[in-house]
Structures are given as C-alpha cells and as structure tokens.
C-alpha cells in the first residue's frame, strides 16, 4: 500500500494540518527517510515548547504503522531510538523553561493555544501524583506539555525527573510506537485508521485509571484503618 493511499483511507479528525496520517505523508513527499527527522521535530515541539494542540499518540502510533507496511523506509530499531530522543529531549526542555521562567509562564491570559484551564489540570493532576505525574501525564493530551513545565516551576529534583523522564519517554515514545507497529500487520487496522487513531488514544490513558484505581484502594484502606483503629479504642471511664 502505498503513503498516498494510506493517508486517503480515512478522514482526518481535525485540520488537515494536523492529521497524523497528512503530515507523515508530506514529510515523506518532501523529505522521503529523512521525514522521520521532522516526525521528532513535532514531538519535540508538543511536548517542550507548550504547543499541545500538535498530534502525539496518534503520530507515533501513525510512525509506527508505516514503517511497518514499508510505506517509512527506516528500520523499526532507528525509529524507536530517535522518538524516544525526541521525547525524552522534549521534556527536558520543558523543564528548563518551568525552571528559568517560573511562574510567569503559567500566569498567561488566555489565547487561541493556552487556556488556564490546562494549566488548573495540569497542577492537580501533578499534585495527586507527585512524580510519577512525569511518566503516566505521557498519556494525556496537554497535561503531557505542561507536566515538565510543572516540574521545572516546582523545583523537583532534577535527578528524580531524569530518572521518572527516562521511564515515561520509553514507555510512551518506544512502547505506542511498538503498538502502531504491531497492529499495523492487520488490515482491520490498516483500513480503518481514523478509528484506530481514536482507539490509541482511548489506550493512552489505561494507565491512569490503573493508577486511578490503585490511588483509591489505598485511600479506601486508610479509611477503614482509621475506623478500626477507633473502634478499638478502650471506653473512656
């Protein structure tokens, strides 16, 4: 199959722009082995200069998919190497900024791409899960561009972040780029890809309802701690 039917197979979700499927196909028009070089580019810009409208999962899963089918003449190991690259490099960069720019960053009125609202998601969602926040905000749209500005803003050990950095750019970088590899095998998959771009972000973000479910067995735990905890309590005389 080639890129050009590929890239005709389904309707794009959004702007033209910002199909996954449409960018990967200009970038090879353009650039042929050399697209993938471009492919960092926008996972650079997504998740280290606060642009998060840009595709992520669905651009790596895309990445993975056509070299599968060959329609991306790179090897799959090449591939892997560089997006992880890219997204670990990303979030440094973030980070940096959080780090030299501080608060002004997020106090920003609201534009066309920044709302405070992600802003407000982003710090809850950093605060309930502390730095593992660096690894599963892999998974979320826009709270994955703002997380290491976060970071960088709060101080945390740049050591710790790293370390949580290193984890989350394989996991995310390496394993949806995998994925797209894996399923793009499969015709069901390779025909129906604006559903499979859906169903990857529906994946994406398995990992936080694990989480999610761990967090509230804890708290449930702790709770009924502290019920049995007073109920022992010896009568006062």
């Not at 960018?23 to 926008?42: D, K, S, T």
């Not at 394989?170 to 499979?196: P, Q, R």
């Amino acid at each position: 199959m080639t890129v050009t039917a590929l890239a005709a197979s389904v309707h794009t979700l959004g702007p033209s722009w910002l199909d996954p499927e449409t960018m990967i196909e200009g970038f090879i028009a353009r650039w042929g082995v050399w697209a993938l070089a471009a492919v960092c580019l926008v996972v650079l810009i997504e998740t280290g200069l606060l642009f998060p409208f840009l595709p992520g999962d669905s651009l790596l899963f895309t990445v993975g998919l056509f070299v599968g089918t060959g329609a991306l003449h790179v090897p799959l190991w090449v591939a892997c190497t560089v997006l992880f690259l890219a997204a670990f490099l990303g979030d440094q960069l973030g980070y940096l900024i959080g780090r030299k720019a501080g608060p002004a960053i997020f106090n920003r009125p609201d534009s066309r791409w920044f709302k405070q609202e992600h802003i407000a998601q982003t710090h809850a969602f950093f605060e309930r899960y502390g730095g593992r926040a660096i690894v599963l905000g892999r998974f979320v749209p826009f709270v994955r561009t703002y997380i290491p500005v976060a970071a960088g803003i709060g101080r945390m050990h740049y050591g710790h972040f790293i370390r949580y950095n290193v984890i989350g750019a394989f996991a995310w970088g390496v394993g949806v780029t995998l994925l797209g590899y894996w399923l793009g095998s499969y015709d069901v998959v390779k025909n129906n890809l604006e559903i499979a771009a859906i169903a990857i972000v529906a994946i994406s973000v398995v990992p936080i309802g694990v989480e999610w479910l761990r967090h509230r067995r804890e708290s449930r735990r702790g709770d009924d701690a502290v019920v049995t905890g007073a109920d022992a309590e010896p009568a006062a005389e």
